[in-house]
């Protein structure tokens, strides 16, 4: 336990380090590839999509974590060093600190370059539509990805990799994919996609809540309104289809005294989406730093706890 534990915050440092280097060609592609091949072929075969769904969701998985521990198993044959350094890099590759808060940087830089770029940088890391956004509504929604991201790109990782190392990890990146590419609520994802969003809610669901505890004591730790975070977690954690989603996204709100959520639209359609957070003041540029701040912050706090379960048991 103590040897994946090491292999696991060795992983995240390389991350804090490192990042995604755009040299690398990243696991998560490969899963993606595997993935669209599945849907084009279970779609193709006709049926029941809604039992395809099935097939394609519990074959990502199998396959996904199949080969993550026989990667293991090969490497183990080679001696602890070798199966270290293999488990501090599947670690590695599956965490996305840095990665999310070089993004957030950026749509912040782009917002000092006027509303189109800002608007082509956003649209790298949110589904809505952002052709006519506005500067406000950009850094929301930068702010929103960032929290929301925090729990999908770092505390779920590390929480399934404490549990389960390299194997449950990318179990968790694979559920995670499938929801990213087919887990949509329209005509051409419903069916097909139920079975991988209902996955990654469950998956999210612990995660999602310890998220939101340790946000709120990073905005403690961060001169935030811790309080004010706490009581908007409370009152705004459902406002969301997703539930898992509005509890970090409620902690960040309180945490900085702004606004969420609302309607945005997605392919050329309005989406109606309950509002998290008071709008005690606009959004401001500063609000994407200090949402990185607490995503760096949340994220120190769960390798602490890493940490303590690698010395405890």
Known sequence: MRF???????????????????????????????????????????????????????????????????????????????????????????????????????????????????????????????QNLSGEEIIKATVETVAENTTDGVISPLFWALLGGPVLLWGFKAANTLDSMVGYMDEKYRDIGWSSAK??????????????????????????DGPNAFRIVRRDHANHKSPNCAWSEAAAAGAMHIQLGGTHEYFGKPVEKPTIGDADRPAEREDIRRANRLLYVTS?????????????L
């Open 199 to 224: 996955l990654d809610d469950i998956l999210n669901y612990i995660p999602a809540r310890l998220t939101a505890l340790l946000m709120i004591l990073a905005a403690f730790l961060t001169g935030m």
């Open 4 to 130: 994946g534990i090491a292999a696991l915050i060795a992983g995240f440092i390389l991350d804090l380090l490192l990042g995604d280097p755009e040299w690398l060609y990243h696991p998560v592609r490969l899963i993606g590839g595997l993935i669209s091949r599945l849907e084009k072929r279970l779609r193709a075969r006709g049926g029941n999509l809604r039992r395809s769904a099935v097939i394609l969701t519990v074959t990502t998985l199998l396959v996904t974590m199949a080969v993550t521990a026989g990667i293991l198993v090969l490497l183990q044959l080679l001696g602890r060093i070798p199966l270290f350094i293999g488990m501090a890099l599947l670690d590695w590759m599956g965490i996305a600190v840095t990665c999310m808060a070089k993004e957030a940087r950026g749509v912040g830089k782009a917002l000092e370059k006027g509303l189109p770029e800002a608007r082509k940088q956003i649209a790298r890391i949110v589904g809505r539509d952002t």
């Open 300 to 312: 120190g706090l769960m390798i602490l706890i890493i940490a303590a379960a690698g010395v405890l």
